[in-house]
């Protein structure tokens, strides 16, 4: 149940937004195993004024961010999507090394978040009633 957070510092065409989206989706299925029906992109685009050594920059830049719950990954899981995240950015807008652009992922425990208004701590405990547990 991952939230991505993609910010950019242009304007991206819908194509490049749509295959970032799909492409994501994939890379988070298959590298951290979540659910692609409960994975979640939002992109923003063209977002303020962007700074890199204290210099202002007109280079595209980007920064990603993934939410999952603590203790649902283990090392070499995260950084395989950290590698194959960067690596889908470099395919599509090829020359980034110019500045750095980060990705990160972020654990939050499964008490402090959820959708739809359950924790995910809820679901768990749910899914083991139904299942015996």
């Not at 807008?93 to 750095?100: A, C, E, G, T, V």
């Amino acid at each position: 149940m991952p939230t991505l957070t993609i910010h950019t510092n242009q304007t991206l065409l819908p194509t490049i937004k749509s295959k970032l989206a799909d492409s994501l989706v994939a890379i988070t299925s298959m590298y951290l195993g979540k659910l692609p029906a409960l994975t979640n992109i939002v992109i923003h685009e063209n977002c303020g004024s962007w700074y890199c050594n204290g210099q202002s920059t007109s280079e595209f830049q980007f920064s990603l961010n993934i939410i999952i719950t603590e203790g649902t990954n283990n090392p070499r899981q995260k950084a395989q999507w950290l590698k194959h995240s960067w690596q889908l950015f470099e395919e599509i807008f090829i020359n980034l090394h110019n500045n750095p652009n980060y990705i990160s992922i972020q654990e939050i425990p499964a008490t402090d978040w959820g959708y739809n208004g359950q924790s995910q701590a809820a679901r768990l405990q749910k899914q083991g009633e139904h299942n015996g547990v």
